[in-house]
Every structure is written in C-alpha cells, then in structure tokens.
C-alpha cells in the first residue's frame, strides 16, 4: 500500500485534529466553514509577485484576472474545486497567483455559481460565459481551459461545450484530479484511498445528488465528460495523485482521449492526496513538479504563437 510523502501525511493529521462538520449546520455554514479550511492552506503556497490582479464581473459572475507581466503569452481560465458546492475565486486565490507566476500565462479564474442552490448546468454556463468573454477581451491571446476536481470537471466540459458551440477555439486544456464520470465507478483507487486520504467517498453522493439537482443524468456528457464523444478536443495534461480515489477515473479518462485522437500528456504526483500538489510551499519536489507542468501548458501557448 502506497503512503503518502511525509509533508502530505502532516497535512493529512493536521486536517483531522479540527472540528468535526456539524450535520445540522445549514449549507451556507457547511460551505463556510470547509473554505476556512482551505485558507488554512494558503500558507503551503508560495507568494509570489504579479504585475496586475483585476476583478471583474462577467453577467453576474465574479472574475479575478492576474497578469504576469504587461504583455502575457496567453490566457489560462482556471476553476476552482470543491465538489460544485463549495470554492470560489478567494480559496483559489494564491494558487491563481502562483500559477500566473509560473507558467507567464495570464490566469482568469471564474467564481461559478454552485449547487445546491444552482445546480447543473450553472456552473458550466457560467464558465463557457466567462471563456467567451476573455476571447472577446482578450482577442490576441490565445486561450486555455483547466482546474483541479470539480474544476476540471468543468474545464472538460466547457471545452466540449465550445468544440459544439463552435466556441472560442483553446490550445489545451489541464485537468488535475479531474472528476470526470459523476456515476462514481468503484475502481481500485476508490476503495483504496475513499477513507483516510482527504477526500472521502461517503460524501460523493450528497454531492452529485446537489449537483444533479432534478434528475439529471450523471451519464450526460456535459456532466460526465467520461461519456461524451472525445475527438477533435484541443490537447490535454492530466495530472493525477497517486493516493487519490478518484486517480484511477482520471487516469481512464486521459486514455479514452489517447484513443479518440488527443494528444495528451500525464503525470501522477507520488505520495500525493487530491489536490495537495498545489501547495508549492510544502516541499521543493512538489514546487518543481508544479513548474514543469505550468511550463507544459505555456508551451501549447507557445505552439500557437510560433505557428502564428
């Protein structure tokens, strides 16, 4: 049995010696709190120094755009996680920072409305809105799409949604620890690491039903992109954690776009949980891995710049 890096297992015990959720809270104080203890973790991210942070609104929906620098070499859109229910553009905030830093990209990240209060397809509209409204703003930027969980979740979708919608075209998309097939396959990452690893399976299902809100089909594509038709999709990186239940659906899902034609790069963080190969700060490997891909994704940018 595989365990995690020493610095992801002092995270893990520092993670269970808090408070445990009061089922009576309401879902508002649910939320709150759980994003509490995601700020808790901004302190593992590295700081880092940005030309220019701005928000705006798309619609109704709050936007944080962080330039590197002046002239950025394309755009990423990036999306938080939290099981569609919870994040938002303040929990991801020095992960977006961190990010714009290091692959010299601008980031967008996009506060999506969440379930249980707008389910499916909220956030994915949402999201497609704001995408579009970067390819208007930004129109000598090339465009990417990616987050972590839900996020990549999201990022999947809306990059069917703009193949379909012959939307704004995107030079890849990054997937880290992507949810991707909301029917919750029991594979054997899901029993291996579904109790104990931060991320807990018995959740799963309050959380799709919050989602999925009126009975919509989890086997829908753009819900579970597991289920959808992959071709023509702009390249990919999937990037996984070795002690993640959901690793082995993400990992299926990197080889079902191989099989349609995408190309796509993975990469699986060893003795890592869901999500935890963020924290910059936590360690230099985990820092160093996160750069080599951040640089990954500038260089689909790059392509299509040089190709320009």
């Known amino acids: 049995m595989p365990q995690p890096h020493p610095d992801v297992q002092a995270l893990l015990d520092d993670a ?10 309401t879902v508002p104080q649910l939320r709150g709190a759980c994003d509490t203890g ?68 601008a980031v967008l990240s996009v506060g999506y409305r969440l379930a249980p209060e707008a389910p499916w397809p909220a ?10 409204w970067a ?18 979740n999201l990022a999947a979708v809306v990059a069917l949604m703009a193949r379909d919608r012959s939307g704004p075209p995107l030079v890849a998309q990054w997937l880290d620890v992507p949810a991707v ?34 009975g919509t089909d989890p086997r829908h594509p753009l819900v579970s992109p597991a289920f959808a038709d992959l071709q023509g999709l702009p390249p990919a990186l999937v990037t996984t954690a070795e002690l993640d239940p959901i690793r ?10 191989r099989i349609a034609g995408v190309e796509v ?11 935890s190969s ?10 160093e891995r996160f750069d080599r891909l951040a640089a990954t994704l500038a260089q689909h940018h790059a392509v299509v710049e040089v190709s320009a």
């Open 123 to 132: 956030a994915p509209e949402d999201v497609y809105a704001a995408l579009q």
């Open 278 to 287: 963020w924290l910059t700060a936590m360690n230099a490997q985990t820092a």
């Open 181 to 214: 097939d909301l029917t919750l396959p029991r594979t054997p990452s899901f029993y291996a690491f579904g109790t104990g690893f931060g991320l807990e399976v018995a959740q799963f299902d309050l959380l799709t039903t919050w989602y999925l809100a009126g």
């Open 248 to 257: 082995d659906q993400g990992e299926a899902f990197a080889e079902a776009l």
């Open 265 to 275: 790069t993975t990469d699986r963080a060893v003795g890592h949980i869901h999500a």
């Open 135 to 152: 390819a208007e703003t930004f129109p000598e930027l090339s465009l990417s799409i990616g987050g972590e969980s839900a996020g990549a």
């Open 16 to 25: 269970g010696s808090g408070p445990a959720l009061d089922p009576t809270m």
């Open 38 to 105: 995601v700020l808790r973790c901004h302190d593992l991210v590295r700081r880092v120094e940005l030309h220019e942070v701005r928000d705006h609104l798309v619609g109704s929906v709050p936007v944080r755009l962080y330039l590197p620098r002046a002239t950025p070499v394309g755009l990423h859109v990036h999306l938080h996680g939290g099981g569609w229910w919870m994040g938002s553009i303040e929990t991801t905030d020095p992960m977006a920072r961190d990010l714009a830093a290091a692959s010299g990209l």
